[in-house]
Protein backbone atom coordinates (compact mmCIF):
# COMPACT_ATOMS: atom_id res chain seq x y z
CA UNK A 1 0.00 0.00 0.00
CA UNK A 2 1.07 3.38 -1.01
CA UNK A 3 0.11 6.75 0.63
CA UNK A 4 -0.04 10.28 -1.29
CA UNK A 5 0.19 13.42 0.48
CA UNK A 6 0.10 16.49 -0.97
CA UNK A 7 1.90 19.48 0.74
CA UNK A 8 0.10 22.72 -0.37
CA UNK A 9 1.90 25.81 0.63
CA UNK A 10 -0.19 28.25 1.92
CA UNK A 11 1.26 31.67 2.57
CA UNK A 12 4.21 33.61 0.45
CA UNK A 13 7.49 32.24 0.70
CA UNK A 14 6.90 30.06 3.22
CA UNK A 15 6.78 26.38 3.89
CA UNK A 16 3.33 25.62 5.53
CA UNK A 17 2.20 22.36 5.89
CA UNK A 18 -1.02 21.76 6.26
CA UNK A 19 -2.75 19.01 8.25
CA UNK A 20 -3.22 16.68 4.79
CA UNK A 21 -5.91 13.92 4.05
CA UNK A 22 -5.16 10.84 3.39
CA UNK A 23 -6.00 9.42 0.13
CA UNK A 24 -5.28 5.44 -1.04
CA UNK A 25 -4.39 4.02 -4.14
CA UNK A 26 -4.92 0.08 -5.64
CA UNK A 27 -8.36 0.23 -4.12
CA UNK A 28 -7.04 -0.26 -0.10
CA UNK A 29 -9.00 2.27 2.37
CA UNK A 30 -7.08 3.89 5.22
CA UNK A 31 -7.88 2.35 8.86
CA UNK A 32 -9.70 4.79 10.62
CA UNK A 33 -8.42 5.47 13.67
CA UNK A 34 -10.56 4.65 17.06
CA UNK A 35 -10.20 7.63 19.44
CA UNK A 36 -10.44 7.88 23.08
CA UNK A 37 -12.97 10.22 23.51
CA UNK A 38 -12.30 12.96 26.65
CA UNK A 39 -14.78 13.64 29.25
CA UNK A 40 -16.99 16.74 27.93
CA UNK A 41 -15.93 20.37 29.01
CA UNK A 42 -18.02 21.76 32.00
CA UNK A 43 -20.30 25.24 30.90
CA UNK A 44 -17.76 27.62 31.37
CA UNK A 45 -19.66 30.42 33.92
CA UNK A 46 -16.96 32.59 33.88
CA UNK A 47 -18.20 33.71 30.24
CA UNK A 48 -21.00 37.02 30.10
CA UNK A 49 -22.33 39.08 27.94
CA UNK A 50 -19.11 41.71 29.00
CA UNK A 51 -16.53 39.71 27.70
CA UNK A 52 -18.26 37.01 25.26
CA UNK A 53 -16.71 36.96 21.75
CA UNK A 54 -20.63 37.03 20.57
CA UNK A 55 -23.10 38.66 21.88
CA UNK A 56 -25.72 36.27 20.76
CA UNK A 57 -26.59 33.33 23.23
CA UNK A 58 -29.09 30.19 22.51
CA UNK A 59 -30.56 28.46 24.82
CA UNK A 60 -28.94 24.86 25.88
CA UNK A 61 -32.98 23.49 25.96
CA UNK A 62 -32.65 24.16 22.28
CA UNK A 63 -29.50 22.49 21.89
CA UNK A 64 -30.64 19.01 23.87
CA UNK A 65 -34.07 18.96 21.63
CA UNK A 66 -32.09 19.11 18.04
CA UNK A 67 -29.88 16.51 19.37
CA UNK A 68 -32.53 14.48 20.31
CA UNK A 69 -34.30 14.98 16.98
CA UNK A 70 -31.06 14.35 15.17
CA UNK A 71 -29.95 11.26 16.98
CA UNK A 72 -26.30 11.02 16.11
CA UNK A 73 -24.79 8.78 18.35
CA UNK A 74 -23.41 9.71 21.68
CA UNK A 75 -20.03 10.20 20.52
CA UNK A 76 -20.98 13.69 18.03
CA UNK A 77 -23.86 14.45 21.06
CA UNK A 78 -21.29 14.82 23.35
CA UNK A 79 -19.00 16.81 21.47
CA UNK A 80 -21.38 18.91 19.93
CA UNK A 81 -22.48 19.27 23.93
CA UNK A 82 -19.35 20.13 24.73
CA UNK A 83 -18.53 22.39 22.14
CA UNK A 84 -21.47 24.65 23.37
CA UNK A 85 -20.61 24.08 27.42
CA UNK A 86 -17.07 25.61 26.58
CA UNK A 87 -18.95 28.59 25.21
CA UNK A 88 -21.10 29.18 27.51
CA UNK A 89 -23.68 28.64 25.02
CA UNK A 90 -22.40 31.33 22.86
CA UNK A 91 -23.58 31.09 19.02
CA UNK A 92 -20.77 29.89 17.36
CA UNK A 93 -20.96 30.47 13.47
CA UNK A 94 -23.20 33.81 13.18
CA UNK A 95 -23.11 37.35 15.25
CA UNK A 96 -25.47 39.94 14.77
CA UNK A 97 -23.42 41.66 12.30
CA UNK A 98 -23.51 38.95 9.91
CA UNK A 99 -21.40 35.80 8.89
CA UNK A 100 -17.89 36.20 10.89
CA UNK A 101 -14.56 35.94 9.11
CA UNK A 102 -14.21 32.20 10.83
CA UNK A 103 -17.79 31.28 8.83
CA UNK A 104 -16.46 31.90 5.46
CA UNK A 105 -13.47 30.23 5.80
CA UNK A 106 -14.85 26.65 7.82
CA UNK A 107 -17.44 26.98 4.95
CA UNK A 108 -14.84 27.30 2.02
CA UNK A 109 -12.31 24.49 3.70
CA UNK A 110 -15.65 22.00 3.94
CA UNK A 111 -16.61 22.38 0.01
CA UNK A 112 -12.57 22.15 -0.48
CA UNK A 113 -12.90 19.14 1.10
CA UNK A 114 -15.64 17.86 -0.76
CA UNK A 115 -13.99 18.96 -3.85
CA UNK A 116 -11.52 16.29 -3.54
CA UNK A 117 -12.86 14.03 -1.34
CA UNK A 118 -16.20 13.61 -3.12
CA UNK A 119 -17.79 12.58 0.46
CA UNK A 120 -21.26 13.91 0.45
CA UNK A 121 -21.77 12.59 3.97
CA UNK A 122 -20.18 15.58 5.64
CA UNK A 123 -21.87 18.04 2.87
CA UNK A 124 -25.93 19.10 2.64
CA UNK A 125 -27.34 20.88 -0.62
CA UNK A 126 -30.34 22.34 1.44
CA UNK A 127 -27.93 23.71 4.46
CA UNK A 128 -25.46 24.81 1.47
CA UNK A 129 -28.10 26.97 -0.65
CA UNK A 130 -29.10 28.67 2.59
CA UNK A 131 -25.49 29.41 3.35
CA UNK A 132 -24.00 30.91 -0.53
CA UNK A 133 -27.06 32.69 -0.49
CA UNK A 134 -26.14 34.65 2.56
CA UNK A 135 -21.91 34.75 0.98
CA UNK A 136 -23.32 36.47 -1.75
CA UNK A 137 -25.49 39.00 0.40
CA UNK A 138 -24.37 42.58 0.59
CA UNK A 139 -25.84 42.48 4.13
CA UNK A 140 -27.12 39.97 6.48
CA UNK A 141 -28.76 41.19 9.33
CA UNK A 142 -28.98 38.03 12.05
CA UNK A 143 -31.51 37.63 14.17
CA UNK A 144 -31.40 35.16 17.39
CA UNK A 145 -35.09 33.23 15.93
CA UNK A 146 -36.08 29.78 15.06
CA UNK A 147 -34.55 29.93 11.47
CA UNK A 148 -30.54 31.31 12.52
CA UNK A 149 -30.75 29.09 15.65
CA UNK A 150 -31.17 26.16 13.32
CA UNK A 151 -28.87 26.87 11.01
CA UNK A 152 -26.16 27.22 13.89
CA UNK A 153 -26.90 24.13 15.28
CA UNK A 154 -26.86 22.54 11.53
CA UNK A 155 -23.21 24.31 10.88
CA UNK A 156 -21.81 22.74 14.25
CA UNK A 157 -23.08 19.62 13.24
CA UNK A 158 -21.47 19.37 9.95
CA UNK A 159 -18.25 20.99 11.45
CA UNK A 160 -17.88 17.89 13.72
CA UNK A 161 -18.78 15.51 10.78
CA UNK A 162 -16.09 17.15 8.46
CA UNK A 163 -13.43 16.83 10.57
CA UNK A 164 -14.17 13.01 11.93
CA UNK A 165 -14.55 12.55 8.14
CA UNK A 166 -11.07 14.60 6.92
CA UNK A 167 -9.46 13.74 10.16
CA UNK A 168 -10.54 9.98 9.99
CA UNK A 169 -7.13 8.55 9.84
CA UNK A 170 -4.78 10.95 12.03
CA UNK A 171 -4.12 9.41 14.65
CA UNK A 172 -2.20 12.93 16.01
CA UNK A 173 -5.52 15.02 15.64
CA UNK A 174 -7.33 16.02 18.57
CA UNK A 175 -11.14 16.32 18.14
CA UNK A 176 -11.14 18.46 21.62
CA UNK A 177 -9.30 21.15 19.90
CA UNK A 178 -12.14 22.07 17.89
CA UNK A 179 -13.32 23.68 20.54
CA UNK A 180 -11.10 26.34 20.38
CA UNK A 181 -10.99 27.08 16.84
CA UNK A 182 -13.81 29.54 17.29
CA UNK A 183 -13.09 32.24 19.84
CA UNK A 184 -14.99 31.95 23.17
CA UNK A 185 -13.70 35.00 25.52
CA UNK A 186 -12.48 38.35 24.65
CA UNK A 187 -8.81 39.28 26.40
CA UNK A 188 -7.16 42.22 26.52
CA UNK A 189 -3.93 42.16 23.45
CA UNK A 190 -1.56 41.93 26.97
CA UNK A 191 -3.60 39.05 28.02
CA UNK A 192 -4.04 37.31 24.95
CA UNK A 193 -0.30 37.61 24.36
CA UNK A 194 0.73 35.93 27.95
CA UNK A 195 -1.68 33.09 27.28
CA UNK A 196 -0.26 32.63 23.41
CA UNK A 197 3.86 32.94 25.18
CA UNK A 198 2.81 30.81 27.96
CA UNK A 199 0.99 28.35 25.67
CA UNK A 200 -2.21 28.55 28.36
CA UNK A 201 -6.02 27.69 27.55
CA UNK A 202 -6.85 28.30 24.19
CA UNK A 203 -2.86 28.69 23.00
CA UNK A 204 -1.75 25.37 24.57
CA UNK A 205 0.20 22.88 22.00
CA UNK A 206 -2.64 20.75 22.12
CA UNK A 207 -4.90 22.81 20.51
CA UNK A 208 -2.80 24.78 19.05
CA UNK A 209 -3.32 24.32 14.31
CA UNK A 210 -0.68 21.81 13.19
CA UNK A 211 0.96 24.31 10.46
CA UNK A 212 3.67 25.55 11.68
CA UNK A 213 3.41 29.07 10.36
CA UNK A 214 0.86 29.51 13.27
CA UNK A 215 4.30 28.28 15.17
CA UNK A 216 6.48 30.80 13.40
CA UNK A 217 4.36 33.62 14.34
CA UNK A 218 3.89 32.85 18.03
CA UNK A 219 7.68 32.77 18.30
CA UNK A 220 7.91 36.20 16.84
CA UNK A 221 5.59 37.60 19.38
CA UNK A 222 7.92 37.37 22.59
CA UNK A 223 10.42 40.24 19.96
CA UNK A 224 7.75 42.98 20.17
CA UNK A 225 6.41 42.29 23.67
CA UNK A 226 10.14 42.84 24.71
CA UNK A 227 9.55 46.29 22.03
CA UNK A 228 6.70 47.00 23.84
CA UNK A 229 8.30 46.80 27.51
CA UNK A 230 11.43 48.72 26.70
CA UNK A 231 8.85 51.80 25.13
CA UNK A 232 8.06 50.68 21.89
CA UNK A 233 10.06 52.40 18.88
CA UNK A 234 10.32 56.38 18.37
CA UNK A 235 8.21 58.35 15.67
CA UNK A 236 10.13 59.31 12.63
CA UNK A 237 8.82 63.30 12.09
CA UNK A 238 9.89 64.38 8.66
CA UNK A 239 8.47 67.67 6.40
CA UNK A 240 10.13 66.48 3.39
CA UNK A 241 8.17 63.92 0.41
CA UNK A 242 11.41 61.68 1.08
CA UNK A 243 14.77 61.25 2.54
CA UNK A 244 17.57 59.71 1.01
CA UNK A 245 21.49 59.51 0.59
CA UNK A 246 23.09 62.33 1.36
CA UNK A 247 19.80 64.38 3.32
CA UNK A 248 21.21 65.64 6.40
CA UNK A 249 18.46 66.47 8.97
CA UNK A 250 17.29 65.47 13.01
CA UNK A 251 14.39 62.95 11.43
CA UNK A 252 17.45 60.82 10.23
CA UNK A 253 18.67 60.26 13.65
CA UNK A 254 15.02 59.17 14.51
CA UNK A 255 15.05 57.31 11.78
CA UNK A 256 17.54 55.06 13.15
CA UNK A 257 16.88 54.65 16.24
CA UNK A 258 13.54 53.17 14.60
CA UNK A 259 15.12 50.85 12.77
CA UNK A 260 17.02 49.52 15.49
CA UNK A 261 14.07 49.27 17.60
CA UNK A 262 13.02 46.37 15.13
CA UNK A 263 16.38 44.77 14.59
CA UNK A 264 16.65 46.25 11.18
CA UNK A 265 20.04 48.82 12.43
CA UNK A 266 23.05 47.67 14.92
CA UNK A 267 24.35 51.01 17.12
CA UNK A 268 24.55 52.97 20.02
CA UNK A 269 21.92 55.82 20.19
CA UNK A 270 25.09 58.45 21.28
CA UNK A 271 26.30 57.10 17.98
CA UNK A 272 23.93 57.84 15.15
CA UNK A 273 24.54 60.48 13.56
CA UNK A 274 21.86 62.84 11.07
CA UNK A 275 23.36 61.84 7.65
CA UNK A 276 20.80 60.10 5.56
CA UNK A 277 24.48 57.29 4.60
CA UNK A 278 24.57 53.59 2.49
CA UNK A 279 24.04 51.79 5.96
CA UNK A 280 20.82 53.59 6.71
CA UNK A 281 19.61 53.12 2.98
CA UNK A 282 20.09 49.42 3.47
CA UNK A 283 18.38 49.00 6.58
CA UNK A 284 15.91 51.01 4.66
CA UNK A 285 15.74 48.69 2.45
CA UNK A 286 15.70 45.73 4.66
CA UNK A 287 12.64 47.52 6.70
CA UNK A 288 11.15 47.52 3.08
CA UNK A 289 11.06 43.86 2.37
CA UNK A 290 9.15 43.09 5.66
CA UNK A 291 6.49 45.82 4.53
CA UNK A 292 6.15 45.00 1.03
CA UNK A 293 7.77 48.11 -0.52
CA UNK A 294 9.82 48.57 -3.19
CA UNK A 295 13.54 48.25 -2.17
CA UNK A 296 14.35 51.70 -3.46
CA UNK A 297 16.55 52.84 -0.03
CA UNK A 298 14.21 55.66 -0.09
CA UNK A 299 12.60 56.62 3.10
CA UNK A 300 9.51 58.40 1.49
CA UNK A 301 5.95 60.06 3.38
CA UNK A 302 3.72 56.94 2.29
CA UNK A 303 6.28 54.48 3.58
CA UNK A 304 7.05 56.53 7.23
CA UNK A 305 3.40 56.47 7.75
CA UNK A 306 3.38 52.70 8.07
CA UNK A 307 7.22 53.02 9.95
CA UNK A 308 4.79 54.90 12.23
CA UNK A 309 2.35 52.93 13.53
CA UNK A 310 3.09 51.61 16.96
CA UNK A 311 4.41 48.33 18.26
CA UNK A 312 1.14 47.56 19.98
CA UNK A 313 -0.63 47.58 16.77
CA UNK A 314 1.67 45.13 15.33
CA UNK A 315 1.37 43.04 17.86
CA UNK A 316 -2.33 42.88 17.82
CA UNK A 317 -1.87 42.32 13.83
CA UNK A 318 0.36 39.09 14.80
CA UNK A 319 -2.52 37.34 17.10
CA UNK A 320 -4.93 38.27 14.42
CA UNK A 321 -3.15 36.37 12.10
CA UNK A 322 -2.35 33.64 14.74
CA UNK A 323 -6.16 33.21 14.41
CA UNK A 324 -6.78 32.53 11.02
CA UNK A 325 -4.34 30.31 10.46
CA UNK A 326 -6.62 27.75 12.27
CA UNK A 327 -8.57 27.71 8.71
CA UNK A 328 -5.83 26.82 5.95
CA UNK A 329 -7.82 24.66 4.16
CA UNK A 330 -7.07 20.81 4.62
CA UNK A 331 -4.91 19.71 1.30
CA UNK A 332 -5.73 17.02 -0.96
CA UNK A 333 -4.95 14.33 -3.43
CA UNK A 334 -3.54 16.40 -6.45
CA UNK A 335 -0.97 17.10 -9.15
CA UNK A 336 1.49 18.41 -6.48
CA UNK A 337 1.12 21.74 -8.15
CA UNK A 338 -1.05 25.03 -6.48
CA UNK A 339 -1.67 28.21 -6.73
CA UNK A 340 -2.78 31.12 -3.86
CA UNK A 341 -2.85 34.03 -3.75
CA UNK A 342 -2.52 36.53 -0.69
CA UNK A 343 -4.55 39.87 -1.47
CA UNK A 344 -2.75 41.94 1.77
CA UNK A 345 0.44 41.23 -0.39
CA UNK A 346 -0.63 41.22 -4.24
CA UNK A 347 1.00 38.05 -5.22
CA UNK A 348 0.51 35.07 -6.73
CA UNK A 349 2.52 32.18 -5.57
CA UNK A 350 2.82 28.62 -7.29
CA UNK A 351 3.64 25.97 -5.56
CA UNK A 352 4.93 22.10 -6.67
CA UNK A 353 4.78 19.89 -4.01
CA UNK A 354 4.95 22.13 -1.39
CA UNK A 355 7.80 24.23 -2.22
CA UNK A 356 7.56 27.65 -3.99
CA UNK A 357 8.77 27.51 -7.72
CA UNK A 358 7.50 31.00 -8.66
CA UNK A 359 5.48 34.09 -8.20
CA UNK A 360 4.30 37.01 -9.98
CA UNK A 361 2.81 40.55 -9.11
CA UNK A 362 -0.97 40.56 -9.35
CA UNK A 363 -4.14 43.33 -9.15
CA UNK A 364 -6.58 42.69 -6.63
CA UNK A 365 -10.41 44.00 -5.64
CA UNK A 366 -10.38 47.71 -4.56
CA UNK A 367 -12.35 48.33 -1.58
CA UNK A 368 -16.31 48.25 -1.75
CA UNK A 369 -15.13 45.51 -4.53
CA UNK A 370 -13.20 43.16 -2.65
CA UNK A 371 -11.50 39.43 -3.71
CA UNK A 372 -12.91 37.40 -1.23
CA UNK A 373 -11.00 34.48 0.01
CA UNK A 374 -11.95 30.79 -0.85
CA UNK A 375 -10.75 27.76 -2.49
CA UNK A 376 -11.19 25.94 -5.78
CA UNK A 377 -9.58 24.53 -8.59
CA UNK A 378 -8.42 26.13 -11.53
CA UNK A 379 -10.00 24.38 -14.85
CA UNK A 380 -10.28 26.47 -17.80
CA UNK A 381 -8.70 29.23 -19.85
CA UNK A 382 -10.06 31.53 -22.07
CA UNK A 383 -8.36 33.24 -24.96
CA UNK A 384 -9.09 36.26 -26.26
CA UNK A 385 -12.39 36.65 -24.13
CA UNK A 386 -15.33 38.78 -24.60
CA UNK A 387 -16.28 41.12 -21.20
CA UNK A 388 -19.74 40.72 -20.61
CA UNK A 389 -20.48 43.89 -19.30
CA UNK A 390 -22.40 44.18 -16.16
CA UNK A 391 -25.83 45.57 -16.44
CA UNK A 392 -25.59 48.54 -13.41
CA UNK A 393 -22.41 49.65 -14.88
CA UNK A 394 -23.14 49.09 -18.81
CA UNK A 395 -26.53 51.23 -17.80
CA UNK A 396 -24.37 53.80 -16.03
CA UNK A 397 -21.22 54.55 -17.36
CA UNK A 398 -21.57 53.02 -21.24
CA UNK A 399 -24.83 53.12 -23.22
CA UNK A 400 -25.53 56.97 -21.58
CA UNK A 401 -22.33 57.85 -23.64
CA UNK A 402 -24.12 56.89 -27.05
CA UNK A 403 -23.69 54.71 -29.93
CA UNK A 404 -20.51 56.53 -30.73
CA UNK A 405 -18.54 55.42 -27.76
CA UNK A 406 -19.87 52.35 -27.67
CA UNK A 407 -18.76 52.16 -31.55
CA UNK A 408 -14.99 53.18 -30.49
CA UNK A 409 -14.74 51.39 -27.81
CA UNK A 410 -15.48 47.76 -29.16
CA UNK A 411 -18.86 47.34 -27.50
CA UNK A 412 -22.05 45.79 -28.97
CA UNK A 413 -25.08 44.13 -27.74
CA UNK A 414 -25.62 40.39 -27.40
CA UNK A 415 -28.51 38.84 -26.45
CA UNK A 416 -30.06 42.16 -24.73
CA UNK A 417 -26.48 42.98 -23.13
CA UNK A 418 -23.57 44.77 -23.43
CA UNK A 419 -20.20 43.16 -24.24
CA UNK A 420 -16.93 44.23 -25.45
CA UNK A 421 -15.31 42.65 -28.28
CA UNK A 422 -12.29 40.57 -27.60
CA UNK A 423 -8.97 42.35 -28.54
CA UNK A 424 -6.01 44.34 -27.10
CA UNK A 425 -8.84 46.89 -25.74
CA UNK A 426 -10.75 44.43 -23.50
CA UNK A 427 -11.04 45.50 -19.85
CA UNK A 428 -10.10 41.57 -19.07
CA UNK A 429 -6.70 41.70 -21.63
CA UNK A 430 -6.29 38.64 -24.04
CA UNK A 431 -6.65 36.01 -21.31
CA UNK A 432 -8.44 34.71 -18.57
CA UNK A 433 -8.12 31.99 -15.77
CA UNK A 434 -11.77 30.52 -14.41
CA UNK A 435 -12.25 28.73 -11.25
CA UNK A 436 -15.69 27.77 -10.51
CA UNK A 437 -16.74 30.00 -7.46
CA UNK A 438 -19.87 31.87 -6.63
CA UNK A 439 -18.20 34.62 -6.38
CA UNK A 440 -17.91 34.67 -10.33
CA UNK A 441 -13.94 35.62 -9.21
CA UNK A 442 -11.21 34.57 -11.49
CA UNK A 443 -7.88 35.86 -13.03
CA UNK A 444 -7.81 37.51 -16.04
CA UNK A 445 -5.33 39.98 -18.38
CA UNK A 446 -5.42 43.91 -18.00
CA UNK A 447 -4.29 46.50 -20.61
CA UNK A 448 -3.73 48.64 -17.75
CA UNK A 449 -0.21 47.59 -17.15
CA UNK A 450 1.31 50.75 -15.37
CA UNK A 451 -0.79 49.44 -12.07
CA UNK A 452 1.71 46.80 -11.81
CA UNK A 453 4.55 48.98 -11.07
CA UNK A 454 2.68 50.21 -7.83
CA UNK A 455 3.73 49.02 -4.09
CA UNK A 456 0.02 49.10 -3.18
CA UNK A 457 -2.32 46.88 -6.02
CA UNK A 458 -6.18 47.31 -5.17
CA UNK A 459 -7.65 48.84 -7.83
CA UNK A 460 -9.94 45.68 -9.79
CA UNK A 461 -13.65 45.53 -9.46
CA UNK A 462 -13.20 42.26 -7.20
CA UNK A 463 -11.39 39.71 -10.24
CA UNK A 464 -7.17 39.16 -10.13
CA UNK A 465 -5.34 40.53 -13.02
CA UNK A 466 -2.04 39.05 -13.67
CA UNK A 467 1.11 40.80 -14.57
CA UNK A 468 2.43 37.75 -16.76
CA UNK A 469 -0.82 35.60 -18.44
CA UNK A 470 0.86 34.41 -21.00
CA UNK A 471 3.79 32.83 -18.75
CA UNK A 472 1.07 31.41 -16.37
CA UNK A 473 -1.03 29.72 -19.66
CA UNK A 474 2.18 28.37 -20.71
CA UNK A 475 2.49 27.11 -17.28
CA UNK A 476 -0.60 25.52 -16.66
CA UNK A 477 -1.25 24.14 -20.49
CA UNK A 478 1.87 22.26 -19.90
CA UNK A 479 1.96 20.83 -23.12
CA UNK A 480 4.79 22.70 -25.21
CA UNK A 481 3.91 20.63 -28.87
CA UNK A 482 0.50 22.01 -29.04
CA UNK A 483 0.55 24.86 -26.95
CA UNK A 484 3.76 26.71 -27.45
CA UNK A 485 4.43 29.83 -26.67
CA UNK A 486 3.82 31.00 -30.31
CA UNK A 487 0.53 29.08 -29.97
CA UNK A 488 0.04 30.72 -26.97
CA UNK A 489 0.59 33.98 -28.08
CA UNK A 490 -1.85 33.13 -31.45
CA UNK A 491 -4.56 32.54 -29.59
CA UNK A 492 -4.40 35.38 -27.35
CA UNK A 493 -4.27 38.05 -30.17
CA UNK A 494 -6.98 35.95 -32.31
CA UNK A 495 -10.06 38.10 -31.41
CA UNK A 496 -11.97 34.66 -31.45
CA UNK A 497 -12.97 33.55 -27.81
CA UNK A 498 -11.57 30.20 -27.10
CA UNK A 499 -12.08 27.83 -24.25
CA UNK A 500 -9.49 25.68 -23.23
CA UNK A 501 -9.58 23.15 -20.78
CA UNK A 502 -6.39 22.22 -18.24
CA UNK A 503 -5.65 18.32 -18.64
CA UNK A 504 -4.65 18.71 -14.78
CA UNK A 505 -7.15 21.19 -12.97
CA UNK A 506 -4.79 23.05 -10.20
CA UNK A 507 -6.16 23.92 -6.65
CA UNK A 508 -6.47 27.43 -5.96
CA UNK A 509 -6.03 29.66 -2.15
CA UNK A 510 -7.24 32.75 -1.80
CA UNK A 511 -6.30 34.32 1.64
CA UNK A 512 -6.31 37.33 3.70
CA UNK A 513 -2.73 37.06 5.43
CA UNK A 514 -1.15 40.61 6.82
CA UNK A 515 1.79 39.12 9.17
CA UNK A 516 3.33 36.08 8.04
CA UNK A 517 7.14 34.56 8.25
CA UNK A 518 8.51 33.50 4.74
CA UNK A 519 11.02 31.07 4.13
CA UNK A 520 13.57 33.09 4.83
CA UNK A 521 12.44 33.20 8.22
CA UNK A 522 11.41 36.80 8.30
CA UNK A 523 8.47 38.15 9.21
CA UNK A 524 6.15 40.19 6.86
CA UNK A 525 3.59 42.98 7.69
CA UNK A 526 1.09 44.08 5.21
CA UNK A 527 -1.79 46.98 4.99
CA UNK A 528 -5.14 45.61 6.16
CA UNK A 529 -6.53 46.98 3.25
CA UNK A 530 -9.95 45.16 3.47
CA UNK A 531 -10.53 46.43 7.29
CA UNK A 532 -10.67 42.68 8.45
CA UNK A 533 -8.36 43.15 11.06
CA UNK A 534 -10.06 45.75 12.74
CA UNK A 535 -13.19 43.84 12.62
CA UNK A 536 -11.83 40.65 14.00
CA UNK A 537 -9.63 42.79 16.71
CA UNK A 538 -13.13 44.45 17.85
CA UNK A 539 -14.55 41.00 18.40
CA UNK A 540 -11.22 39.85 20.17
CA UNK A 541 -9.96 41.85 21.97
CA UNK A 542 -11.34 44.06 25.37
CA UNK A 543 -8.74 47.02 24.34
CA UNK A 544 -8.78 46.51 20.90
CA UNK A 545 -5.98 48.80 18.78
CA UNK A 546 -7.19 51.17 16.59
CA UNK A 547 -6.19 50.32 13.40
CA UNK A 548 -4.05 53.28 11.63
CA UNK A 549 -4.34 51.80 7.91
CA UNK A 550 -3.21 53.86 5.01
CA UNK A 551 -6.48 53.87 2.84
CA UNK A 552 -9.16 54.70 6.38
CA UNK A 553 -12.09 52.42 7.11
CA UNK A 554 -15.85 53.95 6.07
CA UNK A 555 -17.27 54.84 9.30
CA UNK A 556 -20.17 52.37 8.94
CA UNK A 557 -17.88 48.80 7.84
CA UNK A 558 -18.33 47.39 11.33
CA UNK A 559 -22.05 48.12 11.67
CA UNK A 560 -23.63 47.27 8.55
CA UNK A 561 -21.62 44.40 8.19
CA UNK A 562 -18.73 41.87 8.71
CA UNK A 563 -16.21 42.66 5.88
CA UNK A 564 -15.26 39.40 4.96
CA UNK A 565 -16.95 39.23 1.84
CA UNK A 566 -17.58 40.87 -1.28
CA UNK A 567 -19.85 43.71 -1.67
CA UNK A 568 -22.57 42.41 -4.48
CA UNK A 569 -22.06 44.16 -7.61
CA UNK A 570 -25.25 45.41 -9.17
CA UNK A 571 -25.59 42.48 -12.06
CA UNK A 572 -25.29 38.50 -10.22
CA UNK A 573 -24.25 36.90 -13.41
CA UNK A 574 -21.23 35.23 -14.63
CA UNK A 575 -18.24 37.31 -15.76
CA UNK A 576 -19.81 40.00 -13.54
CA UNK A 577 -16.03 41.22 -12.47
CA UNK A 578 -12.97 42.50 -13.78
Not at 41 to 53: L, P
Request: hydrophobic share 35%; with cysteine.
Amino acid sequence: MSWKRLQLAALVFMTLLIASCRFFENGEKPKRVIRVEKPPTRVDVTIDTSNAFNSMFIDSNLVNGFLAKENLGDTMTNRIKSFYNSRNYQFGWFSPEGLPEHTISFWNMLKNYLNYSKDSSVYDKKLAKVIDAMMQEDSVRVKNDSTYQNLELELTKYFYLYADHAYADDENFDMKALEWYIPKKKLTVEGMVDSVLDRKGQYADEFAPTNPQYTRLRDRLQKYKDIKAAGGWPVVHTKVEEMKKGYKADAVVELKKRLKAEGFMDGEDSSFTNEYDDVVSGAVNAMKRTYGYKEDGKAGKTWLKEVNIPVEERIQQILINMERMRWIPLQTKDTGRAIMVNIPEYKLHVYEGGKPAWDMDVVVGKEGNNTTVFTGRLNQIVFSPYWNVPTGLAKKEIIPKGSGYMARNHYEYHNGRVRQKPGPWNSLGLVKFLFPNSYDIYFHDSPAKSLFNKDKRSYSHGCIRLKEPAKFAQYLLEDTVKWSTEKIDSAMKSGKENFVKIKHPLPILITYFTAWVNDADSLNFREDVYGHDEVMAKKMFLNAVETTQLRPLKKDTTSKKDSTKPKKNTAAVSEKKK
